[in-house]
Each structure stands twice: as structure tokens, then as C-alpha cells.
């Protein structure tokens, strides 16, 4: 029996890229901004999120859905050197959950519409999470 887990997106991300030969590898900190278009019933949890450094924007955590990726390999070779490796020794959106998570500034937040840094997805990629970025000092839980 296996175990199941269910994820419910809380939004969209919105990128020039609609191809994936368009699209970066990995989010290039001069590239074009993107936008996250967050669901109505999901802007309560946006409370705090811009004060918790003391700051009006600051960097978070995004984590997404590589949806358009296949699911099925474990094993893979990287076209920049040739190195064969495990998917979970390579950063590459092929692998069993494609869950993708990259820390980028945070812009503006303009009711449900998150401005932040550049991000490595095709555009109307499903949102799974947002979370502000660790500080520096340990925090709790």
C-alpha cells in the first residue's frame, strides 16, 4: 500500500517564458521579475510577511509544482559537462515530485499579485508555498 499525499495550489507564477526552451535553467538573479498571482481565499496568510525582518520586502522561499516535467526518471545526464548522477544529486525539475523551491527578493505586494526576482518556470506554473527566508540567527519553530 502506498502512501498519498495531496497538495492544493494556492496560486500562480507569471513568466515571460512559455516555452521550455525559452526558459533559464535556474533563476537568474538579472532576470525578468515574475509575478506570483496568489488565490483570494489565501491573502490572510500574507499578514506580517513584509514587518518580519523589520523591512518592507525582503527575500522568500517559493516553493512550485514543475508540472510540465517528467516524472519518471531517476537517473540523469547533465548536458553542461556529461556528468551522469541521481536525480536526488541534481537540482533538475525531472524527478518524482518536481517540487522546485528558489529564494528571491521580494518586490511589492499589491493585493494578491506578489512582484519578486526572477524565477526558472514556465509561465502559469502551480504555487505551492511561499515562506519568508531564514535570518541569520536561529529562530524557533
Known amino acids: 500500500m502506498a502512501d498519498e499525499i ?6 500562480r507564477i507569471r513568466t515571460p517564458f512559455q516555452t521550455l526552451a525559452e526558459c533559464p535553467k535556474w533563476p537568474n538573479p538579472d532576470g525578468p521579475p515574475a509575478r506570483i498571482e496568489l488565490q483570494e481565499q489565501y491573502l490572510p496568510g500574507l499578514l506580517g510577511l513584509t514587518e518580519r525582518a523589520g523591512q518592507t520586502t ?11 516535467a517528467p516524472r519518471d526518471l531517476l537517473i540523469s545526464t547533465r548536458p553542461h559537462d ?8 541534481m537540482r533538475s525539475p525531472h524527478r518524482p ?7 528571491v527578493p521580494l518586490f511589492s505586494i499589491d493585493g494578491n499579485v506578489l512582484t519578486v526576482g526572477a524565477l526558472d518556470c514556465l509561465d502559469g ?7 519568508p527566508a531564514p535570518r541569520d540567527e536561529p529562530q524557533p519553530h
Open 58 to 68: 525582503g527575500e522568500i522561499d517559493v516553493l512550485y509544482w514543475f508540472d510540465r
Open 82 to 89: 556529461g556528468i551522469t548522477r541521481g536525480v536526488f544529486a
Open 97 to 103: 515530485n518536481p517540487i522546485a523551491v528558489s529564494r
Open 125 to 131: 506554473t502551480l504555487l505551492l508555498d511561499i515562506k
Open 6 to 11: 495531496r497538495l492544493t495550489p494556492i496560486g
